[in-house]
Nanobody, 122 residues
Framework: QVQLVESGGGLVQGGGSLRLSCVASGATLSRYAMGWFRQAPGKEREFVAA????????RYSDSVKGRFTISRDNAENTVYLQMHMLQPEDTAVYYC???????????????WGKGTLVTVSS
């Protein structure tokens, strides 16, 4: 069973940057595709980005493409989401997710973290 713990959220001004981290335990991270999702107040959870086990395949939602970068360090069991040019509409709880099959992203992910809040002020 994979346990995921996110960190790095906080309050940032519009146009600023943040880097989220997700540390995995209970399993070898290199055996899982990883991803990030977010849920804004009053909205459904939405896909943000995904990365395959060896970081060969990447996928982004149109809303973050060119501004966010997903990466991973399998030796550190950590996945990152570097966010630039943040906008108020990026305000959300960001969730880390893991699945043994990259093709399961975004709709059939098995494991979830509890989330970290990102608030972007205008």
């Amino acid at each position: 069973q994979v346990q995921l713990v996110e960190s790095g959220g906080g309050l940032v001004q519009g146009g600023g940057s943040l880097r989220l981290s997700c540390v995995a335990s209970g399993a070898t991270l290199s055996r899982y595709a990883m991803g990030w999702f977010r849920q804004a107040p009053g909205k459904e959870r939405e896909f943000v980005a995904a990365i395959s086990m060896r970081a060969i395949r990447l996928r982004y939602s149109d809303s973050v493409k060119g501004r966010f970068t997903i990466s991973r360090d399998n030796a550190e069991n950590t996945v990152y989401l570097q966010m630039h040019m943040l906008q108020p509409e990026d305000t959300a709880v960001y969730y880390c997710a893991a699945d043994p099959d990259y093709s399961d992203f975004p709709g059939r992910v098995d494991y979830w973290g509890k989330g970290t809040l990102v608030t972007v002020s205008s």
